[in-house]
């Protein structure tokens, strides 16, 4: 029999999940089978079976209540993709089932949910990943080989900037929301996990933030409130030693910017946008000057560098250095791996790629930039992990709703 998972909630990230399922089922790398989803709302349930049922050609069991799923279906994972105040919720119940679990990112609205979430999972003995898909891009693969073969020597300063979205609402009015999570928190643990993808564990961080709009526009036009952080400004200390200058904003008009560079002491390496496919722009310092190493030259440096099974399989190649694929099918593909290593990783009885406790990581890491502004000096990620009463994280928990 296949490995079983369920799918707990069934709006647009469910659905995002299920194409992942179709990429991996059309490359012959699915080993589970979606057995059954749960959403509050019967509709959004019966959509996505639907959709499961014509593209995995079977139809899960539908759900509304997950303590019922747990007892009807006998499950070896889910996969939670509900907004991220009932992560806790829903992974404690689970883990009561003996259901391991794979949650989508943030780990939970806050880091003093996922330090409870985290133990819990150690105490009932079973696997809880995190959902990060920006570092599963076979572009950030090879980046991170080149930067680990030493190609730009030791590095010393990373940047990570963004900006762009400008004054409309960003997939869902609730990501601008603070007891929700906010837009920089939802956004930032993508980029603080990727920095330390490459680089290793951060320490300390200082920031700056801002609301820069109060109100966001959706699609349709109407006007939704937003009391959560747009702007996030600051830098942050490597445990190498090495620094990061860091910007989010979500509230960019005019040029749109990103930039992700690596400087080290032998050269660069600037890094595009994640699930754009784009190549890699490597500088070697050499006798004074930087020469910039043709694209066609990167797989040569780094002989050794192959993809995984599954991410070659959805990707075409074992080695590459760039790819052309549209944005919906390269994410497909990205939640697909995650899928694939989340259900390896129960078989194999070893940890998930991304464990609960890096998820947690960089959820304190994103906190960690705001709550140094609270306090005003820069603050450890040690600090944020086990104190209970920054201002930062107490504002999100009183505007939440109980």
């Not at 059954?36 to 759900?63: H, I, K």
């Not at 907004?83 to 609205?109: C, N, Q, R, W, Y």
């Amino acid at each position: 029999m296949k490995f079983a998972l369920g799918l707990v909630g069934c709006g647009g990230m469910g659905r995002r999940h299920v194409l992942g399922m179709s990429k991996l089922r059309a490359a012959g790398q699915m080993q589970f089978e979606l057995a059954a989803v749960c959403d509050v709302l019967p509709a959004n349930g019966e959509r996505l079976a639907t959709q499961a049922e014509e593209m995995l050609g079977r139809r899960p069991s539908v759900y509304t209540d997950l303590d019922t799923m747990l007892k009807a279906v006998k499950l070896d994972g889910i996969i939670i993709t509900t907004t991220p105040e009932t992560h806790t919720m829903v992974a404690l119940e689970a883990f009561s089932a003996g259901v391991d679990v794979l949650v989508e990112k943030p780990i939970t609205l806050t880091v003093a949910e996922g330090v409870r979430l985290v133990e819990a999972a150690d105490k009932a003995g079973r696997v809880l990943a995190v959902a990060e898909n920006y570092r599963r891009d076979p572009i950030n693969r090879l980046g991170k080989a080149l930067v680990d073969g030493g190609l730009i020597g030791r590095p010393f300063l990373a940047t990570q900037a963004s900006s762009s979205a400008g004054e409309f609402v960003i997939i869902t009015p609730w990501r601008h929301r603070k007891d929700r999570g906010g837009i920089v928190i939802d956004m930032g643990v993508h980029y603080t996990d990727i920095l330390e993808f490459y680089l290793g564990p951060i320490d300390i961080v200082f920031g700056l933030s801002a609301i820069v709009d109060a109100k966001r526009k959706d699609a349709e036009g109407n006007l939704h409130p937003a009391d959560a952080e747009d702007l996030s400004v600051g830098v942050m200390r490597f445990r190498s030693g090495a620094l990061v200058n860091w910007m989010l904003s979500m509230a960019g008009r005019g040029e749109s910017l990103f930039s992700r560079i690596i400087y080290g002491i032998g050269g660069s390496l600037a890094i595009p946008n994640d699930r754009t496919g784009k190549p890699l722009r490597l500088l070697q310092r050499q006798a004074g000057k930087d020469v910039e190493i043709l694209d066609s030259e990167l797989l040569r440096l780094v002989p050794e560098f192959a993809l995984d099974a599954v991410t070659a399989a959805l990707f075409g190649a074992e080695r590459l250095t760039s790819y052309d694929l549209q944005w919906a099918d390269i994410d497909a593909n990205l939640l697909g791996i995650e899928q694939a290593d989340f259900v390896q990783a129960i078989i194999d009885h070893r940890p998930p790629e991304v464990t609960g406790a890096m998820g947690l990581r960089s959820l304190a890491l994103t906190f960690g930039l705001l709550e140094a502004e609270q306090v005003g000096r820069p603050i450890s990620v040690d600090e944020v992990l086990s104190r209970r009463d920054l201002p930062y994280e107490l504002s999100v928990l009183k505007g939440t709703t109980p």
